[in-house]
Nanobody
Framework: QVQLVESGGGLVQAGGSLRLSCAAS????????MGWFRQAPGKEREFVAG????????YYADFVKGRFTSTRDNIKNTVYLQMNSLKPEDTAVYYC?????????????????WGQGTQVTVSS
């Protein structure tokens, strides 16, 4: 089992930036991929970004491509989501998740452990 603790959410104006962090413990960090998801009120949780065990392969949802970047530090057991050019529609609770393998996938079912979530609010 993997324990995940997120930080870095908050309130920002449109066009601003935030960096989310997710610290992992438990299983060997390099044995699994990591993902970021988000859930807005009244909507389903959706995939945002994924990164494989080494950080060399990254996937992004179309709506964040060119604005968000996911990286990982395998020494600090931490994954990051740098969010730039934020829009009001990016407002949601953001979750990090640990994958069931070292390959990155985009489906919720491929992630077995979840963080508690961190609120990101973008004002217009």
């Amino acid at each position: 089992q993997v324990q995940l603790v997120e930080s870095g959410g908050g309130l920002v104006q449109a066009g601003g930036s935030l960096r989310l962090s997710c610290a992992a413990s438990g299983r060997t960090f390099t044995s699994y991929a990591m993902g970021w998801f988000r859930q807005a009120p009244g909507k389903e949780r959706e995939f945002v970004a994924g990164i494989n065990w080494s950080g060399g392969i990254r996937y992004y949802a179309d709506f964040v491509k060119g604005r968000f970047t996911s990286t990982r530090d395998n020494i600090k057991n931490t994954v990051y989501l740098q969010m730039n050019s934020l829009k009001p529609e990016d407002t949601a609770v953001y979750y990090c998740a640990a994958g069931n393998s070292d390959r990155v996938y985009t489906s919720l079912a491929d992630f077995g452990s979840w963080g508690q979530g961190t609120q990101v609010t973008v004002s217009s």
